[in-house]
């Protein structure tokens, strides 16, 4: 009798802490500084660097940042802002192949020095197509979080990336709250 209400206690008390393991999810803690760069070329990393500073975030912008010119792994969080523009491809004198290599590498080089990825649309739907589609597939096996824009992602395709990978999503309705959003993963 003894040996069955003990067991029974323990399967209570393993049971009882599943679910309390269930309901509690860590909350992503992201460190500065920050390399933060454009993912195609659209001028929403340029508007990031307009709403961190309204946080005092810690932060290097660089639109053409890459693996030949920065050790990533002196920052602790890089954040992609996707935006493919064919005017700032036109500009930058890259294709859509080259900057999908160069945003790439980035991340792969972050995965490999341990600095969290975050993927950021910004300018919502506006800079959602097939260009920029693909820099988001591309940079999906890579992301620790997406700050998206909320009406990029109607159709739920950011949604589907984060809930895949078990990653978290925070989405925003204007430019200005995204301050909000890096205010809470950056404990400001």
């Known amino acids: 009798m003894k040996r069955l209400l003990i067991t029974a206690l323990l399967i209570v008390s393993f049971a009882l ?10 909350q992503l803690i992201l460190e500065e500084p920050v390399a933060v760069t454009s993912a195609g070329q ?3 990393a340029l508007q990031f660097t307009v709403v961190a500073k309204m946080i005092k975030l810690e932060y290097t912008f660089e639109k053409l ?5 920065v050790d990533i792994s002196q920052f602790k969080t890089l954040v992609l802002v996707v935006g493919a ?11 859509i192949e080259a900057e999908i290599r160069r945003v790439k590498s980035l991340a ?3 995965e490999e020095s341990g600095v969290k990825v975050v993927i950021c649309n910004l300018e919502g739907e506006s800079r959602r197509g097939p260009s920029s589609d693909r820099i ?3 940079l999906a096996p890579f992301a620790d979080a997406y700050f998206v824009k909320s009406d990029a992602d109607l159709d739920g395709f950011f949604t589907s990336f984060s809930e895949e ?3 978290p999503l925070a989405t925003f309705e204007k430019t200005i709250d995204l301050k909000d959003v890096l205010a809470e993963y950056f404990g400001k």
């Open 108 to 110: 792969e080089a972050a």
């Open 17 to 26: 802490l599943g679910f309390a393991a269930e309901g509690t999810e860590e």
């Open 42 to 44: 659209s001028p929403g």
């Open 165 to 167: 990978a078990g990653v």
């Open 136 to 138: 988001v597939t591309e």
């Open 65 to 69: 940042l890459s693996v030949e010119t």
């Open 85 to 95: 523009s064919g005017k700032g491809l036109g500009a930058a004198n890259i294709d």
